[in-house]
């Protein structure tokens, strides 16, 4: 199967139970979405999805997070673990693929999908509003566990994507180094860490975090 497009996805700022302020995390399958850099993470637009909510920008949005994506296998794989239905934007993801191992991403693997160029920047790392809006027991530590996030992607070149796009990969660095690596780079694998550092693979600023906490 060729890699595609399966659902573009957008959604408002709406409750979410269980938390006292809203979230754009409830993201439904729309025809089209609009993709832009959204510039810093606190003081630019927030999402890369024209028209996408994010309620707190100090940990959501900006350039590095700028669209989401999720493999729909991956939310097949959780759905049987679950025993429930998972819709396309279940995860909050604004692309839902098919035919790609999202979680098979290099860092800086660029990706042509529609007319906009996408770079492949780091993993989601799961949260208190994910976890309310799963409303599963110990969602963020299975999730973490579990350790495919998906990918967030930088937009290198502006564009509209629709569902049944292709996803070309365009670019692959060729390091080795993979977004479940940096995820665990991330929660606490030091020797990780130091891998992903000596590379300078990652964003400037995702550089920058992971080597203060050495």
Same mark, same amino acid.
């Given at each position: 199967?060729?890699?595609?497009?399966? &659902?573009? =996805?957008?959604?408002?700022?709406?409750?979410?139970?269980?938390?006292?302020?809203?979230?754009?995390?409830?993201?439904?399958?729309? +025809?089209?979405?609009?993709?832009?850099?959204?510039?810093?993470?606190? &003081?630019?637009?927030? &999402?890369?999805?024209?028209?996408?909510? *994010?309620?707190?920008?100090?940990?959501?949005?900006?350039?590095?997070?700028?669209?989401?994506?999720?493999?729909?296998?991956?939310?097949?794989?959780?759905?049987?673990?679950?025993?429930? +239905?998972?819709?396309?934007?279940? #995860?909050?993801? =604004?692309?839902?693929?098919?035919? *790609?191992?999202?979680?098979?991403?290099?860092?800086?693997?660029?990706?042509?999908?529609?007319?906009?160029?996408? @770079?492949?920047?780091?993993?989601?790392?799961?949260?208190?509003?994910?976890?309310?809006?799963?409303? @599963?027991?110990?969602?963020?530590?299975? #999730?973490?566990?579990?350790?495919?996030?998906?990918?967030?992607?930088?937009?290198?070149?502006?564009?509209?994507?629709?569902?049944?796009?292709? *996803?070309?990969?365009?670019?692959?660095?060729?390091?080795?180094?993979?977004?479940?690596?940096?995820?665990?780079?991330?929660?606490?694998?030091?020797?990780?860490? @130091?891998? #992903?550092?000596?590379?300078?693979?990652?964003?400037?600023?995702?550089?920058?975090?992971?080597? &203060?906490?050495?």
């Amino acid at each position: 199967m060729s890699a595609t497009v399966l &659902s573009a =996805n957008s959604g408002p700022l709406a409750p979410v139970e269980g938390l006292r302020r809203p979230s754009g995390i409830r993201k439904h399958p729309v +025809d089209r979405i609009e993709v832009r850099d959204p510039g810093p993470k606190r &003081s630019g637009l927030g &999402s890369g999805v024209v028209g996408d909510a *994010i309620y707190s920008r100090k940990h959501h949005g900006g350039a590095t997070q700028a669209v989401y994506a999720v493999a729909r296998e991956e939310l097949d794989w959780w759905a049987r673990e679950l025993d429930r +239905d998972l819709a396309d934007g279940m #995860f909050g993801e =604004n692309l839902t693929t098919i035919g *790609i191992d999202v979680d098979a991403a290099e860092v800086g693997e660029l990706w042509e999908i529609g007319s906009a160029l996408l @770079e492949v920047c780091g993993p989601r790392v799961p949260c208190a509003t994910f976890a309310k809006h799963m409303g @599963e027991t110990r969602w963020v530590r299975r #999730f973490a566990e579990r350790g495919r996030t998906g990918a967030y992607l930088a937009v290198r070149e502006p564009g509209v994507i629709e569902p049944g796009d292709a *996803i070309e990969v365009v670019h692959r660095p060729g390091h080795g180094l993979t977004v479940p690596m940096y995820f665990r780079a991330w929660m606490g694998d030091q020797g990780l860490a @130091e891998v #992903f550092l000596r590379a300078r693979v990652l964003p400037r600023a995702e550089h920058d975090w992971l080597e &203060s906490r050495r």
